[in-house]
């Protein structure tokens, strides 16, 4: 707000920005809705365009703001009800009344390689290509399988003429995407890294969709630990959060890995989903037992990790009126699960502080007094916590709070593509265990393709 005319534009993109900007509403002038390669040159010509007129900065706003993707949160007032609840939007008649998230149709026709290498960052030297973009398997906590519709595949051939003429200092390829072991043409891919002797390594895989090829790719090129998503423990908790995979899909990925010589297997699960009871931690326990087993039997010596969080309601999914679970609760939950596997041999457990869990759920679905608040706790150099107490606001509460189906929600004037009522169906088949398939072509029940037919 203290920034004059003359002084630069903050416009923020990436995924967090485009489910719920409000918490930076009161730093940025602008934030890009979707993914950015068909908006930012437009964007920019905008801003060019504005400059040469010589428009002040708040007609160069009003400009941004009739962009398609461009949210411009100066044009939206939130409104608050005499308990302090947000209860709507009142949006300028200058402005679009919602913001559509962009997307790109052809993911060819833009670059799906890493722009920059560097030995100073995570992803040391590795040439990070993106395969695919989006998923398709409506899991139903996950904001990428939804904000990232539809899922969309790469052209193996630019892929791998891109791979063939990496920077030379790369050490390994990295192949990214919200679900590779679902990229079409996965094998053929990995094969040929392994033909030519590329490094090459993948994140999380889904157990339901590897076999003896893409296991034994993996493990040529170097791979030593299997990593797969069951997510939840019990059958029934698979359900609700419609992953997918069964406990045989699991074992058959230790038996794969075993006999391609990988040792290690890595398991990440969520605590606190909703429906969540104590039988479900139990029931997680002894599947790790029995994978556990599995791994032995298969010869398999090496380590089992666990990597546990709590689950986090975000915008934007089916479980967005969910609470986060108490507190309390989470960390009776994460007791059980440390005491169970603390003497087990070569289980290893992994976990987040629950403090950052509330800390995460507060900011994804916090709306514009959240962010000025953090811009408080900032300022003074203290936890945000305690600015939210001196204003009378506790932060557990805050992100235990539980949404009432039909209640305005503080990021509902974006447009992700898909209808609400889409949400509010798979909401209601979580509570009933029903599965809903994937994605597949001439699908019509969501929206983003096109009229939704829930």
């Known amino acids: 707000a203290a920034r004059g005319a003359k002084e630069p534009l903050v416009i923020i993109g990436g995924p967090c920005a485009t489910f719920n900007p409000e918490p930076l509403a009161g730093v940025a002038d602008a ?65 679009p009344a919602s913001v559509k998230r962009q997307w790109v149709r052809e993911l060819d026709n833009y670059p799906q390689t890493s722009a920059i290498m560097t030995d100073a960052t995570e992803f040391e030297n590795m040439y990070i290509v993106e395969v695919a973009r989006g998923c398709g398997r409506h899991c139903r906590f996950c904001m990428a399988g939804y904000c990232f519709r539809k899922p969309r595949a790469r052209d193996l051939e630019l892929l791998l003429a891109k791979i063939r003429n990496r920077p030379p200092q790369t050490k390994k390829v990295g192949l990214m995407g919200a679900a590779v072991s679902d990229y079409p043409y996965i094998k053929e891919l990995t094969q040929t890294l392994v033909d030519e002797q590329v490094p090459f390594t993948v ?110 309601p975000k915008p934007f999914t089916p479980f967005q009126w969910s609470p986060l679970c108490d507190v309390k609760t989470l960390k009776r939950r994460f007791k059980m699960l440390e005491t169970a596997l603390k003497k087990a041999k070569h289980i290893q457990v992994q976990t987040e502080s629950l403090k950052e869990t509330v800390l995460q759920a507060v900011l994804a679905r916090g709306d514009r007094r959240i962010g000025a608040a953090l811009l408080e706790a900032f300022r003074r150099e203290m936890p945000l916590k305690q600015v939210l107490k001196e204003q009378g606001l506790d932060i557990e509460e805050l992100a235990a709070a539980a949404y009432e189906i039909g209640r305005p929600l503080p990021w509902q004037h974006l447009d992700m593509g898909f209808t609400e009522a889409y949400l509010i169906s798979e909401w209601q088949k979580a509570q009933r265990e029903e599965f809903t398939p994937m994605c597949f072509d001439l699908c019509r029940r969501c929206g983003v393709c096109g009229e939704a037919q829930v």
């Open 203 to 312: 994140a999380s895989l889904r157990a339901d969709t590897l076999d003896v090829e893409l296991t034994q790719a993996l493990a040529a090129s170097g791979q030593r630990t299997m990593t797969v998503a069951p997510e939840a423990g019990s059958v029934k908790m698979r359900n609700i959060i419609n992953k997918g995979i069964t406990e045989e899909h699991v074992f058959n990925a230790i038996e794969l890995a075993a006999a391609a010589g990988m040792k290690n297997i890595k398991l990440y699960y969520m605590l606190g989903l909703p429906g969540e009871a104590d039988s479900d931690i139990e029931e997680m326990i002894a599947m790790i037992g029995r994978v556990r087993e599995k791994m032995d039997a298969a010869l398999n010596k090496g380590d089992l990790i666990i990597s546990v969080n709590g689950f986090i």
């Open 31 to 95: 934030f890009v809705i979707g993914e950015g390669e068909e908006t930012v040159n437009k964007l920019l010509d905008a801003v060019y365009e504005a400059r040469d007129k010589g428009l002040s900065k708040e007609d160069t706003l009003l400009e941004l703001a009739q962009l398609s993707g461009i949210y411009v949160p100066r044009f939206y007032e939130p409104q608050y009800d005499a308990g302090g609840m947000f209860c709507g939007m009142q949006v300028s008649t200058q402005v």
